[in-house]
């Protein structure tokens, strides 16, 4: 069970806009601590997407963005891409834990 | 360019020991802080454990599953970190990443990351 909630799958066909929920408590997203969003793709490893719950680092697409309310947050993908195809995770900071913790991953599949 | 590349993991019985590095390049390894990040087969991905930088004291802090079993060492005439793991349980089977933490106190995140080495562990 992991301490921040993600959808298991989403889906959509190239072009489409689909969107990815994270959603946490007031120990961490709520507390308010940062959201960032990673992508795995098949057999490889985590690669940063989205930092600062809407900050792309350089080289990432600006179809993807992020945003953040309260206790929760969504990464967006405007317009879907074959390449695209790949599992999603969100990270933040949780202050009971005093650990990182993440979302347990959205596999987001292209049609 | 800045690069991390895991080694070391192997298949361990149950109660065994093991060392993975994770060797730096393109920067010094100790001016970074540093987190472990493990996946088990067909899993999510789990917080380790990290280290400081050695400016910030080069202190260690893990997660409660792994907290008293595993440490984390700096060698740094070799630029390499490494995760010492002991009485290894079969349900610490995973890939393990080595990523440098970057970002504003605890809103940090795994900047850029090895390529994993996979830790087996069964009898």
């Known amino acids: 069970q992991s301490v921040l909630t993600q959808p298991p799958s989403v889906s959509g066909a190239p072009g489409q806009r689909v969107t990815i929920s994270c959603t946490g408590s007031s120990s961490n997203l709520g507390a308010p601590y940062d959201v960032h969003w990673y992508q795995q793709l098949p057999g490889a490893a985590p690669k940063l997407l989205i930092s600062?719950?809407?900050n792309r680092p350089s080289g990432v697409p600006d179809r993807f963005s992020g945003s953040k309310s309260g206790t929760s947050a969504s990464l967006a993908n405007t317009g879907l891409q074959p390449e695209d195809e790949a599992d999603y995770y969100c990270q933040s900071y949780d202050s009971g834990l005093r650990t990182w913790v993440f979302g347990g991953g959205t596999k987001l599949t292209v049609l | 360019e800045v690069k991390l590349v895991e080694s070391g993991g192997d298949l361990v019985k149950p109660g065994g020991s093991l060392r993975v590095a994770c060797a730096a390049s393109g920067f010094t390894i100790n001016t970074e802080w540093i987190a472990w990040v493990r996946q088990a087969p067909g899993k999510g991905l789990e917080w380790v454990g990290r280290i400081k930088s050695q400016r910030d004291g080069g202190t260690t802090a893990f997660a409660a599953p792994v907290n008293g079993r595993f440490t984390i060492s700096r060698d740094d005439s070799k630029n390499t970190l490494y995760l010492q793991m002991s009485s290894l349980r079969t349900e610490d089977t995973a890939i393990y990443y080595c990523t440098i933490m970057r970002g504003p106190g605890a809103n940090d995140y795994g900047l850029t990351w090895g390529q994993g080495t996979l830790v087996t562990v069964s009898s």
């Open positions: 600062g719950n809407m």
